[in-house]
T-cell receptor
């Protein structure tokens, strides 16, 4: 397997609630990226963390925030959940840049907002 | 222009046929290119990296054309198990660049 694990695997929340998704990256990979994948779409880049600092952000509102910890784990927090936030959330760990920067994905957290 | 564009398909191809996908990217500074495969309701998994000189892995061949800013994936002698969504992935250089996915091309291999 990839060495990247996410929790929980499935989650149901109510509109307006807050959620925290967790990711344990592959050891030694100091870059973690989070993606949102709606049904039938490709993964959309949310943000990237490098050495515990946000290092790039996609077109997502501020209610999407994150943290990265020294032990290669990270979190995605979403406040004020909306129905459209229902999606598969993927984290991927990688080395920064380089000619062979493969992203290793976790199995994802499927979030349903009702 | 979108950062990474793919034909969403679906491509419906008979078993044993050859099929090819293209993907275009907008950032000429992009350095790394990959094809990922994603099965229904699963996470994406690396299929192959794409090198400047082109590369082959069994029935799969990947090509990069920097001048025209596209990459391609060729699948020969397609199998039923090749049915999946194929995601084109482009990565920049250095820690400030990010990995961008295309929306994927759906492939259905027909028996």
């Amino acid at each position: 397997e990839t060495g990247v694990t996410q929790s929980p695997t499935h989650l149901i929340k109510t509109r307006g609630q807050q959620v925290t998704l967790r990711c344990s990256s592959q050891s030694g990979h100091n870059t973690v990226s989070w993606y949102q994948q709606a049904l039938g779409q490709g993964p959309q880049f949310i943000f990237q963390y490098y050495r515990e600092e946000e290092n790039g952000r996609g077109n997502f509102p501020p209610r999407f925030s994150g943290l990265q910890f020294p032990n290669y784990s990270s979190e995605l927090n979403v406040n004020a959940l909306e129905l459209d936030d229902s999606a598969l959330y993927l984290c991927a760990s990688s080395l920064p840049g380089g000619a062979s920067t493969e992203a290793f994905f976790g199995q994802g957290t499927r979030l349903t907002v009702v | 222009r979108k950062e990474v564009e793919q034909d969403p398909g679906p491509f419906n191809v008979p078993e044993g046929a050859t099929v090819a996908f293209n993907c275009t990217y907008s950032n000429s500074a992009s350095q790394s290119f990959f094809w990922y495969r994603q099965d229904c309701r699963k996470e994406p998994k690396l299929l192959m990296s794409v090198y400047s000189s082109g590369n082959e892995d069994g029935r799969f061949t990947a090509q990069l054309n920097r001048a025209s800013q596209y990459i391609s994936l060729l699948i020969r002698d397609s199998k039923l198990s090749d049915s999946a969504t194929y995601l084109c992935v482009v990565n920049g250089w250095g820690r400030d660049d990010k990995i961008i996915f295309g929306k994927g091309t759906r492939l259905h291999i027909l028996p």
